[in-house]
């Protein structure tokens, strides 16, 4: 069974940074699309940031030039690096591994930023 185990979650400032991580037990990491997910209480799961196995990324507008994808395919792990951090951001950020009809997330790490 695939597991992925996010990290780096908490509370930050506005206008601070954090970097979140998630490493996967999956061994089909380095050709998965990764994506980063969160869900604010009363919202719809959103997509925030997803980066292909080429390297290729996208990132939902309201985070643009603030927010950075990576993957590290030695380490099996995909980071968010967040930063300056609006109250907005605020949510439950999710890790997701995606090839083909396989689809797997974590359970999600708390981030909270404060005004």
């Known amino acids: 069974q695939v597991q992925l185990v996010e990290s780096g979650g908490g509370l930050v400032q506005a206008g601070g940074s954090l970097r979140l991580s998630c490493a996967t037990s999956?061994?089909?990491?380095?050709?998965?699309?990764m994506g980063w997910y969160r869900q604010a209480p009363g919202k719809q799961r959103e997509l925030v940031a997803s980066?292909?196995?080429?390297?290729?990324?996208t990132y939902v507008d309201s985070v643009k030039g603030r927010f950075t994808i990576s993957r590290d395919n030695a380490k099996n792990t995909v980071y968010l690096e967040m930063n300056s951090l609006k109250p907005e951001d605020t949510g439950v950020y999710y890790c997701?591994?995606?090839?083909?009809?396989?689809?797997?997330w974590g359970q999600g790490t708390q981030v909270t930023v404060s005004s």
């Open positions: 980066i292909t196995a080429h390297g290729s990324t």
């Open positions: 999956s061994t089909i990491f380095s050709i998965s699309i």
């Open positions: 997701n591994e995606r090839f083909l009809s396989q689809n797997y």
